[in-house]
C-alpha cells in the first residue's frame, strides 16, 4: 500500500488556528476544470474554519497557452504539458481529473500507485472493465477515492435523499428521470469527443445517462434488470478537417429498470430534446409521498406528503431549499437567495477534502470508484439490452 | 311584504319521490344568459336529488331573433322581448337577471315588489345610491337575494376562506389582488357597452374591480379606507356607427385598501394587460399561513402552512382542489378530473335555488344585495379617492 | 350491410329552422354514464344550430333504482335492466356504450347487426382478438363507429395535433408519456371490477395505458415495436364478501416503444403514484418544436418553436388554449375562461353526432373501432414483452 | 477635483499580458462583505481577460476578531477596526462600502474628497438629504460611483430592460413590483438594527423597497407621484439587552405610483409575507408585450410577445436566461446550468472596475449615487404620503 500523506488535523487547527494546506494537482483546463478550479478557492470563503485551505499546486493539459493561462486565471503555482508531472509532483496530495473520458483510467491509475488521493469525473471508465481496473488501482493503493457525481450534492437532491432514508416516504415504487440537452441537433454540429466512440465510450448514455443512473443508485437503490432502447439520430458528421465520420454513439436511449427492492423505473437521456437546456429530472413515488425534482429549478423540490399535514390541503409543496437547516446551504447566504449549478463541486470538494484531511468515509454522500464502477457496469447492460433487445440482469 | 311561492320541501321530495320544479324568468340571453341557463339545466344532472328542479319559464331580451333562438337553445317554455312579461308571469318564482349593468336596477326593484326571488349580476348598481335602491326593494318585499360573484363558488376560493374562518393563517395581514384582462387593447376595438359610462357606470373597477373587492369582503373582512388611481388608456373610441366617442370609463384602477382587522392590500383591474387573458389572483399572508390563487388554474390553491407539517418540507402546496371532500367539487368527478370556469354558476345557482327552496340564508356563503351595495360603496370611495389624490374612508 | 337511419341533414335544418333529432340509447349509469348522458344534453347549448339534438331514448343498467333514477336525473325516455333492449329499441339510432369493459364487445356487436351507429368506451376489448371481432362488425354493418378517447378532444391536444400536422414541429424525435393515478394505494381498498382480470382484461394498461398509447399514434404514428415491465405491488385484495382474491392484473407498466417514423418514447401508467390524482402528462421533442401538456392543466399546453420569435426570447410558451381560434373551445366562454374534463365528452358527442347525421367521417379526429382493435394490439404486446423480457414487433 | 488614480488600460493588458491590478478597501465584513468580496476574488475566474485583477488591500469592521478572520478568509492583505484606514491607505483605488445604513454618508463622503472612486451599497442615505450630500462628494470628486442596486445585474432583468429599451413591449402601461420576506414575523424576533429607525433610516421601504423603486426606474422611467400606506404589526420588540423599544420603522408599505410616460403602478414590500423567503417579483404589461419576473427563480423570464410568433401558439415564453447569447451570463456555464444570486456581484462590480479601469459610464447600466439619491426622494415621498394620506409629487 503507498503511503498516504500526513495532514494537521481539523480538530488541531482550530485549537490553534492554523488551517493546514492541502496540495491539489488538477488534469484539464476546459468546463471542468475551470468549475472544479473556481470551486476550490471558494471553500475557505463560504466554510470557516475549512478543513484545509486547498492550494492550487499544479494544472496539466495539452495546450500550453491554454495550461498557462489558466494556471493564471486560477492562481496555480504552475502548469504542464503533461499529466504525469501531476503524479511526479510531490506538493500534490489530491489528484483531481477532469480531463476527457479516455484521459481518466491511466493518470487515476497512476496517481493510485503513487498514493495521491483522487477524485475523478464521471464516467469512470468507458466500459466496466475499465472501470474496474481504476477501483482496483485505489483499493490496492488505500487512497481516499471519489466519482464526481456532482448532483448527490444538490442540496434538494441530498433533501430528497435524507425523506428516503428517514422512511417519510415508505415503500418506493416508482423512480422516472430524464436528462435532456439538446446541443447537438443542428445536422452541422461537428463530430467533437463527446460523439467519438474511441474517446467517449457512450454518448448520451455515458455523458447523461450516467448521472441518473447515479441518482437512481443514490435514492432508490440497486437495480437487478434493465431492457432498452439506444438511438443514433443523424449517424454522419463531419470532422473538423472536413471528413465525414460515423457516428458510433447513441444520441439518446431509454430503459426500463426494476430494482431489487422492487421499485420499477424509466431512465431516458438525448441531446436532441428541443427546449430542453440541461433537464434533468426526476420523480420517486412512495407509498407515503412522493418528490419531484428539476436541475433548471435546482432550488427546489417538489414534495408530496399527505400524511404530514392535514388532508383538505394536501399538495406537492415547492420547498425552497435555501434554509439554513438544509443540506449544503446554510453556508452560504440568507433564506431565498438562490444558488446556482455551480456550488455543487464547493460541495462537493468540500466533502473530499474533508475526507482527506480527517479521513472520514466519502461514500455513500459522494460517489467513490465503487460507484463509478457499478454505474459502468449498468450503463454497459443498457447497451447490450438496447443490442439485443432483451432483457439483461445486472450483476457487478 | 308581498307575498312569496310555496314550495314542497326537500324533505317531503326525498320521502315521496316527488322533487319540486322552481320556476325561473331570465333577463339576458348573452354572455350570463348562456352561463346561468345552462347552469339550471345542470342541475339535476350533478346534484340528486337536487332542491328543485329549474323549470326554465321564460327568457326576455331585446332582439326578437336572438331571444326565440335563445328559448329554443336553452328549453326555456316562452320568450319575451319585454323584461316586464318575466315579472308578470306568476310561474316565475325566481327572477334571474343577466342583462347589462343599466338594466339591473329597475327590473329588480319591479320583481321585488312582485314578490320574486332575485339574483342579480354584478355590479349590482352603477352607483351605490342605485344599489341601495334595489336593497332597500328586496329587504322591504322581504325575498331572498343574491348578487352573483360568483367566484366565491369556486372551490379553491371556497377552501381559502375555510382555512381562513378555522383560524389556520391566523391574524391575517395582506392581501393583494389584481384581475387583468388584456380585450380591450386594439385601439380600434370600438365603443361597446361596456366602456360607455351610462350603461356600465365604470369601466375595469366595476366589472372586474367589483370581483376582487368582494373576494376581498369575503375573504378578509370589511375595508376602512383606500386610496386609488384609475387610468384611462385610449380616450376616444370610434362607434360603430362611426362616430368618435369620448371614453370616461377606466381602462384600470390601481387602489391600496386598509382592513378593519388592521391588514392592508392592494387591489388592481385593468383591460390593458396584453397576455393576461381572465387572469383574477390574488394572495394572501396571515400569521400562521399563506394562500395564493389564480382563476386561470382555477382547480388549484397554493397553501403555505408551515406549523401543519415539518421545518424541512415547508413549502407552498400545490392543493389540486378536487377531492370528493373539498368543497362543492364533490358532486363532478373523480379526483384530479378538473371543473372550468362555468361550474361556479352551477354552484351558485343550486345554492340560491336551495336557499329559497328550503328558505334557508344566501349569506354569506353566497353574495346578497348588501353585499352587492357595499361593493357599490367601495367602488365609489376607489373613484373619489382617484379623483380627489386623498385616502377615502368606507362608511356603509 | 344493415340499413341506416336516415336524418334530415344540417344543411336542411339550417334552411328551414327544422333541426332533426336523433336518438340515444345508452348503456350504464355510473361514471361514463353520467359524463355521456349530460354532455348530449350539453350539445344544444353550446352548438348553435347542432347538427341534431339528442334525444335520450333510453338507458340501461344492471340496478333498476339506480337505472331509474339516472333516467329521471338526465331525461330519458325510458330505461331497462336489459342492454338488449337498447338494440331492440327502433328510436335509438346511436347506440353509446358506457359499460364496464366486460360489457363492450356482445352489446357493441349486436347493435352493430341492428344497424346501430355506435360510440364505446375504451378499451374497445378486453384484447385484441375481442376488438377484432368488434371491428369487423361495425365494419360488415356500415355504421359509424367510435372508440371514445376522448383526451383527442382536449383542445390544446388537438393544438398539438394540429402543430405537428403542419409540420411546425419537423421530425419527430421523442415522445414521453405517462398517466399517473393513486386510488388503489391503500392496502384496504378492495377488490373491484377494475382489478379483476375477467372483467377488465388488464389493470392500469388497458385503463389508463390505452389513452396514451391512443395519444401515441395519433401525435406520433404507428408503433413498431416495445419492451415492457409490469408490476402489481399488492397481489391480494379483499373482496366486498370478505375473500382474499388474487390480483391478476397490473398497478403500473412501463414502455419503451419505437414509432415507424423513427421517433422513440416511454410510455408509463400507474395507479400507485403517491400525490397524482390524474396526471396525464406527454412531451414531444421534435426537430423545430417541442411540446408539453398536462391534464391537470388540460387548458394550458407548453409549447417550444424557436423558429417562430426571436433566439433571445426563446423558451417554452404557456399557451392558455381559450381563445375563438383555438380547437373545440371557440363555442364555449370568452378567453381565459377554462373548461374542465367533462367538456371532451361534449366535443367528442359532438363531433360523432355530426358525423352520423352529415356522413362525414369519424377518424382521425375521434378514434374508430380501428383505433380501439390497434390499441388493443399494442396492449397484447406491451404484455407479452413484460412476461418474455422480449423486444416485441407490432402487426395489425 | 481629486487626482484619479492611473492604470495601465485593458488594450495595453491584451497587448502584453500584463493586466493591471486595481486595490480595493471593504468596509463591512458580514452579508455584504462576505458577497462583495467572494465576488471580487471571482471575477478573473470568470472574465478573462479581466479588465484588472482585484487587489483585496484592506478590509474594515467594528469587532477585530470577525475583521481579522474575514481578512484571513477572503485573502485581504490588512484589516482595520477604523474604516478611516481605508480612506488613508493609498494602495486603495476602489473604495466599496458595504457597511449599515448609517456607515453610509460619512465614510463615502471622506472618500470621495481623498479621490476613491466609490461603490455603496443601497440605500444610499437614509434620507435624501444624506443621499443629495454624498452624491454632491463624489460630482465634487469627479470619482466613479455606484450605488449598489445588484439586481440590475441580474441576467433576466437585464435582457427585460433591453426589451425595453428596443421597443418590443411598446408603450408601457402597467408595472407591478412586490418584494416580500417573512424574517421578523416571529413577535420574539429581536429589536435589531435594521428596525432601528436611526441607523437603518426605514424598514422594508428602504431595504425592500428601495430595490423594486430602482427596478421601476431602471425599467419604466421616473416616477411622478405616489400614493402609499406604510405599516408596523409589531410596534414593540425586544432588544438584546432586554428592554422593550418601540419599533418606528415600517414592516410593510404599499404604494401606486404614476410614471412619467403615463405608466401606472403598484409598489409593496414586506417582512411579513409568510413563506416568501426573498420573493422579488414583478411584472410589465405594454403595449405590445409583457413580462414577468421572480427573484427566486432568477435564471428565468416569462415574456409574452404575441408578434413575435403565430397567434395559435402565442403563450408566455418561460425564457431560461443562461444562452451565450444572453447579458452576463455567457462568461460562466454552458446553456441550462443555472446561476445564483451571488453572482449578481460579480457581474456588478466587474462592470465597476471596468468602468474605473477604462474610465467607461457607470450607468444606466449599473446605479450610480444619482440613483441613489433620486431613489431616497422616492422613499421619502412615499412616507410622506403614507403619513398624511394625500398623492404626492415627485420632483427631485
Redo the contacts between chains.
Sequence with gaps: MAEKVGFVTQGDAKATGDIPEVGIGMLGYA?MG??H??AL??I???Y?PPPAIPKLVRIAGRSEEKVA?AAR??GYESYSTDWHDLIDDPRVQIFDNGGPNDQHAEPCIAAAQAGKHIICEKPLGRTAEEAKRMLDAVEKAGVKHATAFNYRFVPAIK?AY??IQEGRLGRI??F?A?Y??E?I?DPNFPMVWRLDAATAGSGALGDLGSHIIDLGRFLIGEPV?V???M?T?IPERKTEDGRIAHVAVDD?F???V?YAN?A???L?A?R????????NRFEI??????IAFD?????E?Q????E?????????????V??A??PYVGV????????????TFVHELHHFVSAVVNDTPVGPECGTFVDGYRNAVICDAIAEAART???VNIAY
Design positions: 468546463f475551470k468549475a478550479s473556481h478557492k471558494t475557505p470563503h463560504i470557516w493561462q486565471r486560477y433533501l435524507d425523506l415504487y416508482h422516472r430524464r435532456l440537452q446541443w441537433m434488470s431492457s432498452a432502447l438511438k439520430f439518446a431509454e430503459a426500463i426494476e422492487g420499477v423505473g424509466t431516458e438525448s436532441f430534446a428541443l427546449g430542453r437546456k440541461n433537464s413515488n412512495g407509498e407515503k409521498g412522493s436541475m433548471e429549478r435546482l432550488n423540490l414534495v408530496y406528503l399527505p404530514e399535514g392535514k388532508p383538505d390541503t394536501a399538495g406537492f409543496r415547492d420547498v425552497l435555501t434554509e437547516s438544509h452560504w447566504w440568507p433564506q431565498g437567495h438562490i444558488i446556482g449549478w455551480e456550488h433487445g432483451q432483457r
